[in-house]
């Protein structure tokens, strides 16, 4: 059973678009949302991360943007770049530090 | 800071053979993760250690997959015997406490023939 679904699959934007990837979920036990980005090649690597005490976290362009009633949460790229281009991963965790990745969303910032 | 390094990058082996992965945490890092990610998935959890201790083995095919981490510091997974199914990155994770950020490796990318 997936315990996070994510969308889109994939995304083009522009150079300076705004980017938002989705993720939504089921369980009220998780109580830790990051998102990681991943190059090819590469291991994944922590981005940002909510709890759900908050409803929006920024660092830097990007933003977390989280609704627990609705069970969403969702990133948003903002002035995205070339270098941006990655997939992104959402993940849910629970309070034993168990982690449950969304499919992934591999994003083109066309310059 | 030196992060989680895994070994060997690439293996291609034949079906049936065994292989094993290393993993060495970053140091002072007591959980440990295997990770299987296939081709546009994300990663999903196969086993966790806190310290030697495997408290979370439920999704590790036991009867192919084994792993062990002893001292608490670097681990191995094996598979024996590979199957053509097991063909994908194998990735592992450390983290300092329970309940913190994720550490991963590159990972291992396996190509079973």
């Known amino acids: 059973q997936q315990q996070v679904k994510q969308s889109p699959q994939s995304l083009i934007v522009q150079k300076g678009g705004i980017p938002i990837i989705n993720c939504a979920y089921e369980?009220?036990?998780?109580?830790?949302f990051p998102w990681y980005q991943q190059f090819p090649g590469k291991g994944p690597a922590l981005l940002i991360a909510?709890?759900?005490?908050?409803s929006e976290k920024k660092e830097g362009r990007f933003t977390i943007s989280f609704n627990k009633s609705a069970k969403q949460f969702s990133l948003h790229i903002m002035d995205s770049q070339p270098g941006d281009s990655a997939t992104y991963f959402c993940?849910?965790?629970?309070?034993?530090?168990?982690?449950?990745f969304g499919s992934g969303t591999k994003l083109n910032v066309k310059p | 800071e030196a992060g989680v390094v895994q070994s060997p990058r690439y293996k291609i082996i034949e079906k049936k053979q065994p292989v094993a992965f290393w993993c060495n945490p970053i140091?002072?890092?007591?959980?440990l993760y295997w990770y299987l990610q296939n081709l546009g998935q994300g990663p999903e959890l196969l086993i966790r250690?806190?310290?030697?201790?495997?408290?979370?083995d439920s999704q590790l095919p036991k009867d192919r997959f084994s792993a062990e981490r002893l001292k608490g510091v670097d681990s191995t997974l094996k598979i024996q015997p590979a199957e053509l199914g097991d063909s994908a990155v194998y990735l592992c994770?450390?983290?300092?406490?329970?309940?913190?950020?994720?550490?991963f490796g590159p990972g291992t990318r396996l190509t079973v023939l």
């Open positions: 993940a849910v965790g629970d309070n034993f530090n168990k982690f449950y």
């Open positions: 250690y806190e310290n030697e201790e495997a408290v979370d």
């Open positions: 994770a450390s983290s300092s406490i329970l309940g913190g950020e994720q550490f």
């Open positions: 369980n009220t036990a998780f109580d830790y």
């Open positions: 140091s002072g890092h007591n959980t």
């Open positions: 909510i709890r759900p005490d908050v």
